[in-house]
């Protein structure tokens, strides 16, 4: 009976010694020592002017996410981060079309340069987010 029990006993300490192993983290390295961060659409930064509200709103969200995580830091700058996390909103399509006109000082103030332009967008209609490495030459990897 002693040795039955020993056994069960045994079983049940190497079961928890195995479920433990298992759960280590299993994130890579980068997200785990990165402190700095930047939050771009996949389209562009929230500064280009070709970038659609949603994905200028998605860019915000996150940052008030993690902002609000205390996790990492939000750098204003691009090649201040280690990590850049990529966002659009989901969509199906969308489009966007704008125009102007412009005078010179050549023409005496009339206007003489006209300019349209139209962009469209199609997509999937889920949500993304990616996170990837900032590499030093500027371009992204990932998504890790």
Known sequence: MRTLLLGITLLS????????AKSKDTLPPIL???HFVY???LDGDQFDPHLIVEDRQAIADVQTAILNWKR???TVKRKDAELIFVVRKGRIASAQVGGGVGGGSESGGRPDVFHAGASADLGGPDDLLEV???NPDGSRTGPV
């Open 132 to 134: 990837c490495i900032l």
């Open 32 to 34: 785990l020592n990165s």
């Open 13 to 20: 300490f190497g079961f928890v010694v195995a479920q433990a």
């Open 72 to 74: 990492y830091v939000v």
């Open 39 to 41: 939050v771009e659409a």
